[in-house]
């Protein structure tokens, strides 16, 4: 009867809102849920938020489909109001721009409802399912959606220049923070961080020897169909943009292999006398993940000036932590074409060890440092001047760099390619000043570890064989999307919900065949559904913390803690 009225709709629409997102969040929370049942129910949660404003997409006429469209602009442009990202004069051209984008005749006499959405991301859904059925784009095709949507909010997006002079007055007047908050507000209000996807990601803690290690399962980018994969490959080659960190990103249009940027912006920074630009990752692993890129498009390098960059950054922004890649493969990032930094204003759990062998040199009095209790070989130094930092930080990295000891496996270089470099990571406290942590690096390869003697080790390549870099030398783990399905199995495995299957040919558990035998033998098949699906989650923690171990170039046993001394005192320190 209730279903009769349109209050009586509203009311069952709430109830069934909120079941939803609370069965999808506690799922999501708890981790490990089957891919296809998690996708429908994303589906139906969808479908509610639709059916909130009385109107099923799926079964509109093309004339009520327009209407509908023309309804949704107007939506838009009054979140860009409520967000200031447009004026009033910029409607008329915002709106118009939109009509076009939609290849709509005239805008819609409704008047939009009141709403206030924290993201404009679940109309943007709405108008690109929309724009799809119109048949405007491909919508089979995930990056022909995705490079729609930022076309569509790329017409409220204010001009670059504006948001360099935005950013430049808050910083002037009321600091760096209020300036990074503007700044990064204003890539979440304009859906370029996208925060809907983020929140799909997988997340928990795991204790280990040297504290809690973080751990994701990235969900947030989406996997590529066999329409797109085949797309890609028919993609002419391309050199603009040279790579995705350019600036010449602003605004781009995108293709099938390369996302769009219309609403992306960058403003300028000048660090130790070289020009930057500072912008945020659309997809952060962490709060604030900010991106800090040379005007140039030059290879990453690693040396005093690198240092001096990352100190006057840190001076720039004390409120964020900043922090390079290696630049050797094997052990540097994912881009090693394009010089850049990273940061973001969290507290990572390498921020949290301690130190394990205090030390000291003499000749720079204002710097405390040791060795840390740490699974990736690193050296802190604590100290308030940030020129001695500097100094104490180059002599380290220098002597680093032809440093041999072959007790250990390490060498400098083999046929004049050299090995040895480091992944520094810097952040201000009140109370001590400039804290940096070095973590020695070595991307050297043999025969019986042809990917990397400090890189993940074949036998746990099932949860981790990526290059270890900065985000997971700090202690978080971005671990590949598969682990979500694979570790619902194996935690079923343990339950006693479903047999071993995992040394059957073709088996999608094929890959974890010798670690599920571990953790039958460890645990056993009979454990309860919720024990065994944190007991998953904890031994993958556990196995990324071995990760570390593996890329630590001096080991955690005596001979590698007695190496390192000996390297530490080859520089000038000794222990106090």
């Given at each position: 009867v209730l279903t009769d009225s349109t209050a009586g709709l509203r009311f069952w629409l709430k109830i069934a809102k909120a079941w939803h997102t609370t069965l999808w969040k506690a799922e999501a929370k708890g981790g490990m849920v089957n891919t296809t049942e998690s996708t429908h129910r994303i589906h139906r949660y969808r479908r509610v938020l639709m059916a909130k404003n009385e109107l099923d997409i799926t079964t509109l006429t093309p004339e009520q489909r327009d209407a509908r469209l023309a309804l949704d602009v107007e939506r838009l442009l009054r979140f860009g109001r409520k967000h200031k990202l447009i004026k009033d004069l910029d409607v008329l051209v915002a709106r118009n721009t939109l009509l076009d984008l939609l290849a709509l005749a005239a805008p819609s006499e409704a008047k939009p409802p009141k709403e206030d959405p924290a993201t404009p991301a679940a109309l943007l859904d709405e108008m690109v399912e929309l724009a799809a059925q119109k048949e405007l784009f491909d919508g089979a095709v995930n990056q022909y959606r995705i490079n729609f949507e930022t076309r569509l909010m790329g017409a409220l997006m204010p001009r670059e220049s504006e948001v360099c002079k935005k950013f430049k007055k808050l910083y002037q007047k009321q600091g760096a923070k209020a300036a990074t908050d503007w700044f990064y507000q204003l890539c979440v209000d304009t859906n370029y961080i996208r925060t809907a996807q983020i929140a799909k990601n997988i997340q928990w803690n795991t204790a280990t020897p040297y504290g809690e290690l973080e751990i994701t399962i990235?969900?947030?980018?989406?996997?590529?169909?066999?329409?797109?994969?085949?797309?890609?490959?028919?993609?002419?080659?391309?050199?603009?943009?040279?790579?995705?960190?350019?600036?010449?990103?602003?605004?781009?249009?995108?293709?099938?292999?390369?996302?769009?940027?219309?609403?992306?912006?960058?403003?300028?920074?000048?660090?130790?006398g070289e020009q930057f630009y500072l912008q945020y990752s659309p997809y952060a692993y962490f709060h604030e993940h900010c991106i800090m890129l040379h005007e140039q498009h030059k290879p990453m390098e690693m040396n005093k000036q690198t240092l001096a960059e990352i100190f006057d950054f840190v001076a720039q922004f004390p409120h964020y932590t900043c922090g390079s890649n290696a630049d050797l493969p094997i052990v540097g990032g994912s881009i090693l074409s394009h010089s850049h930094f990273q940061g973001g204003r969290y507290v990572f759990p390498m921020q949290k060890a301690d130190i394990a062998v205090p030390m000291a040199d003499i000749r720079y009095p204002g710097v405390k440092a040791g060795i840390l209790n740490w699974p990736v070989s690193a050296v802190r130094l604590v100290g308030r001047s940030s020129q001695q930092m500097q100094i104490v930080a180059n002599n380290i990295l220098t002597a680093w760099r032809t440093y041999t000891d072959e007790s250990v496996g390490i060498l400098a270089e083999t046929d004049g390619t050299p090995h040895n470099t480091v992944t520094p990571i810097l952040h201000y406290d009140e109370t001590d000043g400039f804290i940096l942590d070095l973590a020695l690096r070595n991307n050297r390869t043999s025969a019986e570890f042809p990917d990397g003697i400090f890189h993940p080790h074949k036998e746990y390549h099932n949860i981790k064989k990526e290059n270890i870099g900065l985000i997971e030398v700090m202690g978080l783990a971005i671990l590949p999307a598969r682990l979500k399905d694979q570790g619902a199995q194996i935690a079923e495995i343990l339950a006693g919900q479903r047999p071993n299957t995992s040394r059957e040919p073709g088996d999608t558990l094929a890959v974890h065949a010798d670690w599920i035998d571990e953790l039958i033998a460890k645990y056993g098949t009979h454990m309860k559904p919720e024990a065994a699906n944190k007991a998953v989650k904890a031994e993958i923690g556990t196995v990324f913390s071995h990760v570390l171990e593996n890329a630590g170039v001096f080991k955690q046993d005596a001979q590698g803690q007695a190496a390192f001394v000996r390297f530490m005192q080859s520089v000038g320190f000794k222990k106090v």
């Amino acid at each position: 009867v209730l279903t009769d009225s349109t209050a009586g709709l509203r009311f069952w629409l709430k109830i069934a809102k909120a079941w939803h997102t609370t069965l999808w969040k506690a799922e999501a929370k708890g981790g490990m849920v089957n891919t296809t049942e998690s996708t429908h129910r994303i589906h139906r949660y969808r479908r509610v938020l639709m059916a909130k404003n009385e109107l099923d997409i799926t079964t509109l006429t093309p004339e009520q489909r327009d209407a509908r469209l023309a309804l949704d602009v107007e939506r838009l442009l009054r979140f860009g109001r409520k967000h200031k990202l447009i004026k009033d004069l910029d409607v008329l051209v915002a709106r118009n721009t939109l009509l076009d984008l939609l290849a709509l005749a005239a805008p819609s006499e409704a008047k939009p409802p009141k709403e206030d959405p924290a993201t404009p991301a679940a109309l943007l859904d709405e108008m690109v399912e929309l724009a799809a059925q119109k048949e405007l784009f491909d919508g089979a095709v995930n990056q022909y959606r995705i490079n729609f949507e930022t076309r569509l909010m790329g017409a409220l997006m204010p001009r670059e220049s504006e948001v360099c002079k935005k950013f430049k007055k808050l910083y002037q007047k009321q600091g760096a923070k209020a300036a990074t908050d503007w700044f990064y507000q204003l890539c979440v209000d304009t859906n370029y961080i996208r925060t809907a996807q983020i929140a799909k990601n997988i997340q928990w803690n795991t204790a280990t020897p040297y504290g809690e290690l973080e751990i994701t399962i990235n969900l947030t980018k989406p996997e590529k169909d066999p329409k797109t994969i085949a797309l890609e490959r028919l993609q002419p080659k391309s050199g603009y943009p040279a790579c995705m960190l350019c600036k010449e990103n602003i605004g781009y249009a995108g293709r099938i292999n390369f996302p769009a940027r219309q609403t992306h912006r960058i403003v300028p920074i000048t660090l130790a006398g070289e020009q930057f630009y500072l912008q945020y990752s659309p997809y952060a692993y962490f709060h604030e993940h900010c991106i800090m890129l040379h005007e140039q498009h030059k290879p990453m390098e690693m040396n005093k000036q690198t240092l001096a960059e990352i100190f006057d950054f840190v001076a720039q922004f004390p409120h964020y932590t900043c922090g390079s890649n290696a630049d050797l493969p094997i052990v540097g990032g994912s881009i090693l074409s394009h010089s850049h930094f990273q940061g973001g204003r969290y507290v990572f759990p390498m921020q949290k060890a301690d130190i394990a062998v205090p030390m000291a040199d003499i000749r720079y009095p204002g710097v405390k440092a040791g060795i840390l209790n740490w699974p990736v070989s690193a050296v802190r130094l604590v100290g308030r001047s940030s020129q001695q930092m500097q100094i104490v930080a180059n002599n380290i990295l220098t002597a680093w760099r032809t440093y041999t000891d072959e007790s250990v496996g390490i060498l400098a270089e083999t046929d004049g390619t050299p090995h040895n470099t480091v992944t520094p990571i810097l952040h201000y406290d009140e109370t001590d000043g400039f804290i940096l942590d070095l973590a020695l690096r070595n991307n050297r390869t043999s025969a019986e570890f042809p990917d990397g003697i400090f890189h993940p080790h074949k036998e746990y390549h099932n949860i981790k064989k990526e290059n270890i870099g900065l985000i997971e030398v700090m202690g978080l783990a971005i671990l590949p999307a598969r682990l979500k399905d694979q570790g619902a199995q194996i935690a079923e495995i343990l339950a006693g919900q479903r047999p071993n299957t995992s040394r059957e040919p073709g088996d999608t558990l094929a890959v974890h065949a010798d670690w599920i035998d571990e953790l039958i033998a460890k645990y056993g098949t009979h454990m309860k559904p919720e024990a065994a699906n944190k007991a998953v989650k904890a031994e993958i923690g556990t196995v990324f913390s071995h990760v570390l171990e593996n890329a630590g170039v001096f080991k955690q046993d005596a001979q590698g803690q007695a190496a390192f001394v000996r390297f530490m005192q080859s520089v000038g320190f000794k222990k106090v």
